[in-house]
C-alpha cells in the first residue's frame, strides 16, 4: 500500500460523499428519490446510462476475459453493445410514455393487477441481486489487492458505501455519480489503451501477429473456441447479451429520469457512443494484459482474471496509473451498485409495499422509508451471497443476470407493447416461467457443480453442461407467455388500443393535442 492509492482512493470517496450530500438536500419525494424528478437532460442521462452500464464486468471482468481466453473474451464487448439496439429501437420509448417509476408501472399500464405487479416487482430484485453479486466480487478482489486486507471486509466496505448513497441521495446522488464515474472511466481507458498501441508502435497489423506469440495459447489465442468449446454454449451467451439489456431494471429505470420519450431516445443514442467506443477499446485492455502481464500473474493474483485491467495499469504507467484505474473501477463498482440497489429498492417499497400492500395509499413518507428500508435488505442479501462467489469471473456473473432479465422480463415487455391478443395470465405465466427456468438450469449447470473441487460453489457432476441457460430459457420465456394467453378467455382488446396509442405517442386517454398552425390550416383546405 502506498500515498498515491490512499490520496486517490480517499479523493473519489470524498468526491461522491460531497455529490450525495448536495444530492440529499434535493431529495424530498418519492418522485426524487426513484426518478430524480425526472429532470435529467437527454446528455445527462446518457452519460448517466453509460455509467450504469460500464460496470465492474466491462472493466475488470472483460479485460480478464480476453487477457485469458482471447477472442472468447471479445463475445462479452460484442454482446453488450449490440444490446442497446434491441433497447433503442423496441423499448426505450414505449417504457417512457409508459412507466412512472419501475418496470412494473409500464406493465400495469395494461394490466391493472396486483399478480402482474407483485411477479414483476419479484423478477427486478431477483436480476439486481445476481448484478449485485458480480459488483461486489470485483470490488472485493480489487481492494483486497490494493490494501491487503481480507476479501469479506472488502466486499463489507463497499456494500456499506453503496446503502448511504441511495439511502441519503436517492436518484439525484446516483445519477452524478454515474456521470462523474463515467467520464473518469472513459478517460483512464482512453489513457491505457494508448500506452498498449504505443508499444506496438501504433501498428494494429503488428499487434495482432504478436499476440499469437505472446501469449500461452499461441494462435489459438486470436480464434474461438478456447473458452466456449461448444457452439451452443457461445450461442447461448450472445442471447443473453443481447437481448439482457431490455430486461435489465436499473437500466430501465434511467428512463423515467428524463421529461419524455423524445429525450429518452437522446439519451441512448448518446449511452451507444461512449459504449461502442469503450467496447472497442477493451480489445487492447485486454491484449495489452496479456502481453505485458502475463496470464500467470494474472492468475496469481485473481484466479479468474478480474486483476488484469489494474495490473496493466501498473506495468505501463507504474504506482500512479495503477492507483488512479484501480479508484476508477472503484468509482466504478459504487456507482453500478447504488443503481441497482436503487432499482430494487423501488420495486418492493414502490410495487409490493405501497400498491399492493396498502393498495396506493402509502404516504410519501412511508414511501420513503419503506424503499430505504428495503435499500438496506438488497444491500445485506447482495453481500452474504457475494463472500461465497470469489472465484467467478464478473463478467460471467452478470452474464447470469442478463440471463434472468432476457427470459423472465423482455419476453412480456415485447408483448405488452406489441401483441394485441396478450392478457394477464400470459403476462404472469411468461414471467415465471423465464425466472424460474433460467434459475433452476443455472443452479444445475457448471457454474454451481463441478467435479473439479474448488472450481464451482458444489462439488459434483452438473446436470446441464451449458454455463449460460438463455438458449433454453429466453424460449421458455416466450412459450409461456403466449401459452397464458392462448389458454386463457380473457381479452380487453380496447385497453391494448389505449395502451399502443399511450406507447408510440405519450398522449393518454382523454388528452387533446393542439394542432399547429400548419396543421390547423390544412385541415381547413380540406374541410373548404
Not at 461522491?16 to 425526472?38: D, H, M, P, S
Not at 472485493?140 to 441511495?166: K, P, R
Not at 430501465?252 to 448518446?270: E, I, P, W
Not at 405517442?505 to 381547413?524: H, L, M, N
Request: hydrophobic fraction near 55%; charge should be positive.
Amino acid at each position: 500500500m502506498n500515498a498515491t492509492v490512499i490520496i486517490l482512493f480517499l479523493s473519489i470517496v470524498a468526491i461522491t460523499l460531497v455529490v450525495t450530500y448536495i444530492a440529499a438536500k434535493q431529495t424530498r419525494t418519492t418522485n426524487e428519490f426513484y426518478t430524480a424528478g425526472g429532470g435529467l437532460t437527454g446528455w445527462q442521462n446518457g452519460l448517466a446510462i453509460a455509467g450504469d452500464y460500464l460496470s465492474a464486468a466491462s472493466f475488470l471482468g472483460i479485460a480478464g476475459m480476453i487477457a485469458l481466453s482471447g477472442f472468447d473474451g471479445f463475445f462479452y464487448s460484442i454482446g453488450f453493445l449490440i444490446a442497446y439496439l434491441v433497447v433503442l429501437f423496441l423499448v426505450a420509448e414505449p417504457l417512457r410514455n409508459l412507466g412512472k417509476y419501475t418496470l412494473a408501472d409500464m406493465i400495469s399500464a395494461r394490466f391493472d393487477a396486483k399478480k402482474v405487479r407483485g411477479v414483476a416487482a419479484v423478477n427486478t430484485i431477483m436480476i439486481v441481486i445476481f448484478y449485485m453479486i458480480a459488483q461486489l466480487v470485483g470490488a472485493g478482489a480489487l481492494i483486497q489487492l490494493l490494501f491487503h486486507i481480507d476479501y469479506w471486509l472488502a466486499v463489507l466496505i463497499v456494500g456499506v458505501m453503496m446503502t448511504i448513497y441511495v439511502i441519503f441521495g436517492g436518484m439525484i446522488a446516483t445519477s452524478w455519480v454515474q456521470i462523474i464515474k463515467a467520464v473518469l472511466l472513459m478517460a483512464g481507458t482512453v489513457v491505457i489503451s494508448f500506452l498498449v498501441l504505443a508499444k506496438f508502435d501504433f501498428n494494429l497489423l503488428s499487434m495482432f501477429r504478436e499476440m499469437k506469440a505472446v501469449t500461452p495459447l499461441g494462435a489459438d489465442y486470436l480464434n474461438p473456441g478456447v473458452k466456449y468449446k461448444d457452439p451452443l454454449d457461445t450461442l447461448s451467451l450472445m442471447i443473453a447479451l443481447v437481448l439482457g439489456t431490455a430486461g435489465l431494471p436499473h437500466i430501465l429505470m434511467r428512463f423515467f429520469t428524463v421529461k419524455d420519450a423524445k429525450t429518452a431516445r437522446s439519451s441512448v443514442n448518446t449511452a451507444t457512443w461512449i459504449i461502442g467506443i469503450f467496447y472497442i477499446l477493451t480489445i487492447f485492455l485486454g491484449f495489452g494484459a496479456a502481453a505485458f502481464v502475463g496470464a500467470e500473474k494474472i492468475k496469481e493474483q485473481n484466479a479468474a482474471g478480474n486483476m488484469a485491467a489494474p495490473l496493466l495499469a501498473e506495468a505501463l504507467g507504474g504506482d500512479f496509473l495503477m492507483s488512479f484505474v484501480s479508484a476508477v473501477a472503484f468509482a466504478t463498482i459504487l456507482a453500478v451498485v447504488a443503481g441497482l440497489v436503487l432499482s430494487g429498492a423501488s420495486a418492493f417499497a414502490h410495487d409490493i409495499y405501497s400498491q399492493i400492500i396498502k393498495k396506493g395509499k402509502a404516504s410519501e413518507k412511508q414511501q420513503m422509508l419503506a424503499a430505504k428500508y428495503a435499500s438496506l435488505g438488497v444491500s445485506v442479501v447482495s453481500i452474504l451471497i457475494a463472500l461465497v462467489a470469489q472465484k467467478m469471473n464478473v463478467a460471467f456473473l452478470v452474464s447470469l443476470a442478463f440471463c434472468v432479465a432476457a427470459s423472465a422480463n423482455l419476453p412480456v415487455i415485447l408483448c405488452t407493447i406489441y401483441w394485441r391478443r396478450f392478457n394477464t395470465a400470459g403476462a404472469i405465466t411468461g414471467m415465471l416461467s423465464g425466472l424460474i427456468s433460467s434459475l433452476i438450469i443455472v443452479f444445475f449447470s457448471p457454474n454451481v457443480f463441478s467435479p473439479v473441487e474448488g472450481a464451482a460453489i458444489l462439488v459434483g457432476e452438473p446436470f446441464f453442461t451449458l454455463t449460460n441457460p438463455a438458449i433454453i430459457s429466453v424460449p421458455l420465456g416466450f412459450i409461456g407467455a403466449y401459452l397464458g394467453t392462448i389458454l386463457s378467455r380473457e381479452h380487453d382488446l380496447k385497453r391494448f388500443t389505449e395502451v399502443a396509442v399511450k406507447a408510440n405517442t405519450g398522449i393518454r386517454e382523454g388528452e387533446y393535442v393542439r394542432p399547429t398552425r400548419i396543421e390547423a390550416t390544412r385541415q381547413q383546405d380540406i374541410s373548404t
